[in-house]
């Protein structure tokens, strides 16, 4: 198998200790297995279910923090942008730009992503087949974009639930050479837990070995050293030390 892409961290920017611990441990699995896991945060999550939700420390201070974990531990960037004003300072910051998958069909939003230079990843909507993907992906190669990665994230199929369909995969890699699952946006039950997002941690090792079987070339996991407590997508992290076996399983 080619170089797998690794992505993992918190779903949001919650302190400075938070970023320091998942930051500290990717570094010692990068140094044990050889890997380069890309370090992935969130300064602001602007489609929480509720209006009361945490949302995270916003634009200047998120982007402060990420540079400060850059500096500090080496990790290459991965943060999500909602905004098309957000791209062009998040591109000085970051390596890779992430277009969230219910904006994935925003044109502004991916010809700013594109313009930076950076790496784009594209997450499939819930609403889209993989086929559907290559119009995002003309457009913001159209825009200059360099480098393009898409992400299976599962498609919805009724309410308050997900359903993976992996040969979205196959499609997608008809369309870049590059395609993620996201193993834990996967397992998610969207506003499913009374004004809030559900999901099921449990799964996420089975939807990783199941995307390497249908040819994903790149693994996304959120992250967290106690999930349940947790800001953001506390149900479907998954633990922070479980992660290190799972990249092995995806490796082996």
Known sequence: MATPVFIAGPCVIESAELLDTVAQKLV?????????????????????TSISSFRGPGLDKGLEMLADIKARYGLRLLTDIHESYQAQPAGEV??????????????????????????????????????DMRYPVEKAREAGAREVWLTERGNMYGYNNLVVDFRNIDDMKKIVPTVIMDCTHSVQRPGGAGGKTGGDRRFVPAMA????????????FEVHPTPDLGLSDAANMLELDKLENVIKNVCK
């Open 209 to 220: 070995a199941a995307a390497r079987a249908f040819g994903a070339n790149g693994w996304f």
């Open 28 to 48: 010692d699995i990068n140094r044990r297995l050889g890997t380069d896991i890309i370090f992935k945060a969130s300064f602001d999550k602007a489609n929480r």
């Open 94 to 131: 970051v390596d890779v730009i992430q277009i969230p998958a219910f904006l994935c069909r925003q044109t502004d939003l991916l010809v700013a992503a594109a313009r930076t230079g950076r790496t784009v990843n594209i997450k499939k909507a819930q609403f889209l087949s993989g086929n």
